[in-house]
């Protein structure tokens, strides 16, 4: 089993910066991949941002530019540095973790991000 552990949400305005970290603990047997969705009220989740062991990163097209995924794979963590922030990065954000990217097998509790002037 693997847990995800996720802190860094808040409210900010627009044009302001956030940072979440998710820490993994368990199974070391998980993946190699850490990430970031996101879910909007009434919309369908999305993915934000991805990232490999090696440091090979994709990104959503609506967050290209304005964040930044990172990871310390001796602490198990992964970070989103998010800048620029807008209205619509207003979500729950989940750190996930597997094999890939776009079916991971483990998902956090979420963490509320609001960006609102």
């Known amino acids: 089993q693997v847990q995800l552990l996720e802190s860094g949400g808040g409210l900010v305005q627009p044009g302001g910066s956030l940072r979440l970290s998710c820490a993994a603990s368990?199974?070391?047997?998980?993946?190699?991949?850490m990430g970031w969705y996101r879910q909007a009220p009434g919309k369908q989740r999305e993915l934000v941002a991805g990232?490999?062991?090696?440091?090979?990163?994709t990104y959503g097209d609506s967050v290209k530019g304005r964040f930044t995924i990172s990871r310390d794979n001796a602490k198990n963590t992964v970070y989103l540095q998010m800048n620029s922030l807008k209205l619509e990065d207003t979500a729950v954000y989940y750190c996930v973790r597997g094999w890939t990217i776009t079916t991971p097998q483990y998902w956090g509790q979420g963490t509320q991000v609001t960006v609102s002037s």
């Open positions: 990232i490999t062991s090696g440091g090979s990163t």
């Open positions: 368990g199974s070391i047997f998980s993946g190699n991949v």
